[in-house]
């Protein structure tokens, strides 16, 4: 397994912009598949975007599909989601997740490394 910490969270408010970042320790951080994938109160963890492992394939759920952007930076042992044009409905516990599959697709049951979660907050 590997280490995942979240950063870059927040109270941004509806159309801004936001940029998580998960940084990974342990084993090496190019073997994995990584994703994001995100709560709200009272629903399911839902899938957001997931990155191959070496960053040629990306897939996004639809509600995020033009406005997030995940991309990773190996050498830096490091994935990110840009979110730009934020609703109120984005907001969440973001989580950072790492699957030692090549293609896990959006089953959370794939990944095997979670991160701890960073607070989404889009006013309105």
């Known amino acids: 397994q590997v280490q995942l910490v979240e950063s870059g969270g927040g109270l941004v408010q509806a159309g801004g912009s936001l940029r998580l970042s998960c940084l990974a320790s342990g084993r090496a951080f190019s073997g994995y598949f990584m994703g994001w994938f995100r709560q709200s109160p009272g629903k399911e963890r839902e899938f957001v975007a997931g990155?191959?492992?070496?960053?040629?394939?990306?897939d996004y759920a639809d509600s995020v599909k033009v406005r997030f952007t995940i991309s990773r930076d190996n050498a830096k042992n490091t994935v990110y989601l840009q979110m730009n044009s934020l609703k109120p409905e984005d907001t969440a516990v973001y989580y950072c997740?790492?699957?030692?599959?090549?293609?896990?697709?959006?089953?959370?049951?794939?990944?095997?490394?979670w991160g701890q979660g960073t607070q989404v907050t889009v006013s309105s």
């Open positions: 997740a790492a699957s030692p599959s090549a293609a896990p697709g959006r089953r959370m049951t794939f990944f095997d490394s």
């Open positions: 990155i191959t492992r070496l960053g040629t394939g990306t």
